[in-house]
């Protein structure tokens, strides 16, 4: 599933007040979502990454590449990218996951992508990118 159709599902239940509105946008992304995807998106739709630790603060986002044009991110490519940072440490470890970041947000279209990193113990903070 790709990430910009969460980030679009999560706008529209963010601006309606009516919670039968909420219900039936959650339930019709969480429905066509492949039945492997549905633990991630039902994490991101929350606000939460499934890692605990990718090991990104405030300094590693301070430079992000330009967005894609096209969206192609899928939940899947955030979570084995997240899943790759938490799992660096040692001498470079700080350049490769800072590496890895900017290649993901490279891959995500404006703010319809990037809206994802929440806020969260396992992320830096919320980002977004407006464009």
Known sequence: M???QIVEVSGRVASTRARNAKIAE?????R???PEDVPLVTAYLTGALPQRRPGV??????????????????????D?????????????????????????FGAATGRNNVSWWACSPASCGTVRRTG
């Open 2 to 4: 790709l990430l910009s």
């Open 80 to 104: 084995s990218t997240v899943s790759a940072m938490e799992q660096l440490s040692g001498p470079g470890s700080a350049s490769a996951r800072a590496r890895l970041l900017a290649e993901l």
């Open 32 to 34: 066509s979502a492949d």
């Open 57 to 78: 603060g405030w300094r590693s986002v301070r430079n992000l590449p330009p967005p894609a044009a096209d969206p192609f991110l899928t939940v899947g490519d955030v």
């Open 26 to 30: 959650l339930a019709s992304v969480l």
